[in-house]
């Protein structure tokens, strides 16, 4: 049987042509994914939940006792060096 590969951006495209698969007599499936189960899409970048299986007891070290404010942090940090 052949195939034929379509792309869409909006639902209501995926909607209609299954309407007409009803009156055609065409199939529609839709392929599985790779992604892991546990991940999800945000602005269409895919977010993984975290290994819970390393150990940042290393880390503890050099963050423990210091007053360290993450809006600082940001602003030091992720500047852009022009």
């Given at each position: 049987m052949p195939e034929l590969v379509i792309k869409y951006k909006d639902k209501r495209t995926l909607n209609a042509l299954i309407?007409?698969?009803?009156?055609?007599?065409?199939?529609?499936?839709?392929?599985k994914t790779?992604?892991?189960?546990d991940?999800?899409?945000?602005?269409?970048?895919?977010i993984l939940?975290?290994?819970?299986?390393?150990?940042t007891s290393?880390?503890?070290?050099?963050?423990?006792?210091r007053n360290i404010d993450s809006k600082i942090l940001r602003e030091q940090s992720w500047l852009r060096k022009k």
């Open positions: 309407d007409f698969a009803k009156y055609f007599n065409f199939s529609i499936s839709i392929p790779n992604k892991p189960k991940s999800f899409l945000i602005n269409g970048v895919s939940q975290g290994d819970s299986s390393i150990d290393e880390l503890e070290s050099i963050f423990s006792s």
